[in-house]
């Protein structure tokens, strides 16, 4: 979307010279970057507008029940508006491993509120829906909506019980082809940085639908959050494997999140030396 403000901008500005001939005279140069970047902010302030009035009347209440392409394509387009604006570069590994014909459970470390936006930058296509810690739910409505519109789930982390039924409604999602889930097995994000324990409940979700797991890390997350609008950043996101859904069928949750922890670990050290500025424990 940046790239088509930016054209359209452009546009704009061509067309008002047309109009009201604003572009004739010598001293009038400098009006051409002011009416690109107006149109510009303009054109994203719309958007902003758009979200919104869209959104707002969502109710993030019970479980989601429509599966809605208006709002994915919204969602998709501000989640790639905003990875440009905000100057971060979103660095990709081995997503042409993700099933294309099927759908997954996709599981990842969790670093920071915003690796959520960084999964929908890389699979726009995947149509994919993510299971949130419920607070998300009482504390930020305006993205429990924009969540709900996904057709993402709230999990409560201390009630078995009420997690027992998320993970089933997240396998019932999958089993009706309305969605792949992704998750953040370690149930809270990393603090340290480091990580945590997995929630091998997680793994319930691909081994009850039958479907494949895929494996993914995310680094740098953090230290972009410290950078917005100061300078550029980069992050680091890797597909690393995918457990066909018959060796998922194969395994029991405990030693699914033995192999996930042990692939996870082996990226993100290997990353922390290729980038020392991410590793914590150095610093």
Not at 29 to 42: A, D, E, K, R
Not at 85 to 108: M, N, W, Y
Not at 247 to 275: A, C, P, S, W
Request: with cysteine; glycine share 4%.
């Amino acid at each position: 979307m940046f790239y088509i403000y930016l054209i359209a901008s452009a546009v704009l500005t061509l067309v008002s010279n047309i109009f009201f001939k604003v572009f004739p005279y010598s001293y009038s140069w400098w009006l051409i970057p002011v009416m690109l970047i107006g149109f510009f902010f303009g054109l994203v302030l719309i958007h902003a507008a758009v979200l919104f009035v869209s959104i707002q009347p969502v109710k993030a209440q019970g479980i989601p029940t429509k599966v809605s392409s208006y709002y994915r394509a919204l969602i998709n387009a501000t989640v790639s508006l905003l990875v440009k604006l905000l100057r971060i570069s979103v660095h990709t590994t081995g997503e042409d491993k993700v099933p294309e014909d099927s759908r997954f459970l996709l599981v990842c470390n969790h670093l920071d509120n915003i690796d959520p936006a960084v999964i929908l930058h890389t699979f726009p296509n995947s149509e994919l829906a993510f299971i949130g810690k419920k607070e998300i739910y009482t504390k930020m409505p305006f993205v429990a909506k924009a969540m709900h519109t996904l057709n993402s789930l709230p999990i409560d982390r201390e009630n078995d019980r009420e997690a027992a039924k998320t993970i089933i409604n997240a396998t019932k999602f999958i089993k009706e082809d309305k969605v792949s889930i992704a998750i953040f097995p370690e149930g809270y994000a990393s603090k340290t940085q480091q990580l945590l324990p997995m929630r091998n409940g997680a793994f319930k979700i691909a081994v009850k639908a039958g479907v494949p797991i895929v494996i993914c890390t995310v680094l740098g997350t953090p230290q972009t959050v410290k950078h917005l609008f100061v300078k550029h950043s980069d992050i680091y996101f890797d597909v690393l494997e995918v457990i066909p859904a018959q060796k998922v069928k194969e395994m029991d949750t405990v030693h699914i999140g033995e192999y996930v922890t042990r692939v996870m670990q082996e990226n993100l050290e290997k990353r922390r030396k290729e980038h020392p500025e991410y590793d914590v424990s150095v610093s």
